[in-house]
């Protein structure tokens, strides 16, 4: 989904490099999330009642592992998501890049 956003909104020669660069890093994990359970919800549906290979009571126990496997990463990408904000927020690049140039390091 990360090269979807980014070649969407890249204008002329698209590089990979620049798709990249344009690439919205917010909105592609979400992206991808709604595409893969989108997925994952027809491949079991599709096994549960077409080919009746597998009781509909899987899918809450299915679904509750899921959760739980899943939500260490989903507190991960909030405080990520939340850190980036306070650190745009703070400017805290320009201020980097002030200290970088008083403090006379040749780079």
Not at 11 to 38: M, R, T, Y
Not at 51 to 66: D, E, I, N, P, R
Request: charged share 15%.
């Amino acid at each position: 989904m990360i090269f979807w956003t980014g070649y969407a909104v890249t204008e002329g020669e698209a590089s990979i490099f620049k798709i990249f660069e344009n690439a919205d890093v917010s909105k592609s994990p979400i992206l991808g999330g709604v595409f893969g359970l989108a997925v994952t919800l027809d491949l079991f549906f599709r096994q549960a009642f077409v080919l009746k290979g597998v009781s509909c009571s899987v899918f809450a126990k299915g679904l509750l592992s899921g959760i739980k496997s899943i939500l260490a990463a989903v507190y991960i990408l909030i405080f990520a998501w939340a850190i980036s904000d306070l650190i745009g927020r703070l400017e805290t690049g320009k201020y980097m890049a002030n200290l970088v140039q008083q403090s006379s390091i040749n780079i």
